[in-house]
């Protein structure tokens, strides 16, 4: 059987390419994942996704532990299948969820217990019953199960959270077991002290993880305190082991993450931005609801292969999402797919050439120009 394994391709600064190894399927490294929360992209069909480029999802425990249950998706032969999609799939472990979505919380050393946003009904999630789930899923990437508070926080509570974080972390490594072909990440705490970083990094290598993620971060700090952990989060992280940035973002996000070392991103933003008439393009973000684009005859970017480009208009595109129409918000998220592979797969050429400050001086040069001029 394939092994999980990471290896380095390329290095141009800190930023990195490679490829992430499964028995699913190779990722290829910088990675966007698209999130598929309740077991789909939502606007889109799985093979439709892939053609987009993506190597690999992202579902959610929570969600999928609520509805339509763990052991229902087990019983009709795991997610890849129930969803149809057999490439692979990371899950996270709910964590994030239960502490901004559930109601009613209860944090103890075990846990938590909460009540279920959607019906009021009374669940425990523990790093035990999380590795369950996951398992349960078939996921090919398990997270560990991690607390993370919201940002700005006190240091003494943040750094709570964070060793909570790294015992957790510790029995999900237990949990989780020897599962050849399968990889459990641990995830980095402490907010943006350096400090606590430092700490949390040092647990979690002390513990030992097929890949790390950085967590605690898009979560209300800005992007210039973002940008200040990365840089020097990643460097505290194994080299022959997969980073990943959790729930990050923005385009200049996850070009300056990249630059700074971060291998896999995930974020629903260009899936809600499809259907709530937002493109984001070479030269930013374009607002279809605008007036502006009644009469336009130029799709959303000539370079641009996704189908929305290559057969409608903007004045289409303004139309059918000022009418409500389903082919709105399918067109515009295959674009935003589309556009965010074509970003990692630049970004892996240009740090495999050598030349990755040149490829990010134009990339921040066409978004300075805007979606003024015909593109």
């Given at each position: 059987?394939?092994?999980?394994?990471?290896?380095?391709?390329?290095?141009?600064?800190?930023?990195?390419?490679?490829?992430?190894?499964?028995?699913?399927?190779?990722?290829?490294?910088?990675?966007?994942?698209?999130?598929?929360?309740?077991?789909?992209?939502?606007?889109?069909?799985?093979?439709?996704?892939?053609?987009?480029?993506?190597?690999?999802?992202?579902?959610?425990?929570?969600h999928?532990?609520?509805?339509?249950?763990?052991?229902?998706?087990?019983?009709?032969?795991?997610?890849?299948?129930?969803?149809?999609w057999?490439?692979?799939?990371?899950?996270?472990?709910?964590?994030?969820?239960?502490?901004?979505?559930?109601?009613?919380?209860?944090?103890?050393?075990?846990?938590?217990?909460?009540?279920?946003?959607?019906?009021?009904?009374?669940?425990?999630?523990?790093?035990?019953?999380?590795?369950?789930?996951q398992?349960?899923?078939?996921?090919?990437?398990?997270?560990?199960?991690?607390?993370?508070?919201?940002?700005?926080?006190?240091?003494?509570?943040?750094?709570?959270?964070?060793?909570?974080?790294?015992?957790?972390?510790?029995?999900?490594?237990?949990?989780?077991?020897?599962?050849?072909?399968?990889?459990?990440?641990?995830?980095?705490?402490?907010?943006?002290?350096?400090?606590?970083?430092?700490?949390s990094?040092?647990?979690?290598?002390?513990?030992?993880?097929?890949?790390?993620?950085?967590?605690?971060?898009?979560?209300?700090?800005?992007?210039?305190?973002?940008?200040?952990?990365?840089?020097?989060?990643?460097?505290?992280?194994?080299?022959?082991?997969?980073?990943?940035?959790?729930?990050?973002?923005?385009?200049?996000?996850?070009?300056?993450?990249?630059?700074?070392?971060?291998?896999?991103?995930?974020?629903?933003?260009?899936?809600?931005?499809?259907?709530?008439?937002?493109?984001?393009?070479?030269?930013?973000?374009?607002?279809?609801?605008?007036?502006?684009?009644?009469?336009?005859?130029?799709?959303?970017?000539?370079?641009?292969?996704?189908?929305?480009?290559?057969?409608?208009?903007r004045?289409?595109?303004?139309?059918?999402?000022?009418?409500?129409e389903?082919?709105?918000?399918?067109?515009?998220?295959?674009?935003?797919?589309?556009?965010?592979?074509?970003?990692?797969a630049?970004?892996?050429?240009?740090?495999?050439a050598?030349?990755?400050?040149?490829?990010?001086?134009?990339?921040?040069?066409?978004?300075?120009?805007?979606?003024?001029?015909?593109?």
């Open positions: 059987m394939t092994r999980f394994s990471f290896a380095l391709h390329a290095t141009d600064g800190a930023a990195r390419t490679g490829a992430i190894t499964t028995p699913r399927g190779d990722i290829r490294t910088p990675a966007f994942m698209p999130v598929g929360t309740a077991a789909t992209v939502k606007a889109m069909l799985p093979e439709s996704v892939r053609a987009t480029g993506a190597d690999i999802l992202l579902g959610n425990t929570y999928l532990m609520l509805r339509p249950g763990a052991e229902r998706v087990a019983r009709l032969g795991g997610l890849h299948r129930f969803m149809n057999e490439r692979p799939i990371l899950t996270d472990s709910g964590g994030f969820q239960v502490m901004s979505l559930a109601e009613l919380r209860k944090l103890t050393e075990k846990g938590v217990t909460f009540r279920s946003h959607i019906d009021g009904s009374k669940h425990e999630l523990t790093p035990e019953r999380s590795m369950e789930i398992r349960l899923l078939g996921s090919d990437i398990v997270m560990a199960f991690d607390e993370c508070p919201s940002l700005p926080a006190e240091d003494a509570r943040v750094a709570e959270s964070m060793r909570l974080s790294m015992r957790w972390a510790e029995r999900s490594r237990e949990a989780f077991g020897d599962r050849p072909g399968h990889a459990l990440f641990g995830i980095q705490q402490g907010g943006v002290t350096r400090e606590l970083r430092e700490e990094a040092e647990a979690l290598k002390a513990i030992g993880f097929e890949g790390y993620a950085i967590g605690g971060l898009a979560v209300g700090e800005g992007q210039e305190a973002m940008f200040g952990v990365l840089d020097y989060a990643p460097g505290m992280l194994p080299v022959d082991r997969p980073r990943y940035l959790m729930g990050v973002g923005k385009p200049d996000d996850i070009v300056g993450a990249v630059k700074r070392g971060v291998d896999m991103m995930d974020c629903v933003l260009p899936s809600r931005s499809g259907r709530t008439g937002q493109a984001w393009t070479r030269r930013g973000q374009v607002n279809l609801k605008n007036a502006r684009h009644a009469d336009d005859p130029r799709p959303l970017d000539e370079e641009c292969g996704c189908p929305a480009c290559r057969g409608y208009s004045a289409y595109l303004h139309h059918v999402f000022r009418a409500g389903m082919i709105s918000g399918m067109l515009l998220t295959w674009h935003n797919l589309h556009y965010y592979q074509d970003l990692m630049g970004m892996r050429e240009a740090i495999s050598g030349r990755f400050a040149e490829w990010e001086a134009g990339f921040h040069a066409l978004r300075r120009e805007g979606d003024i001029e015909p593109l």
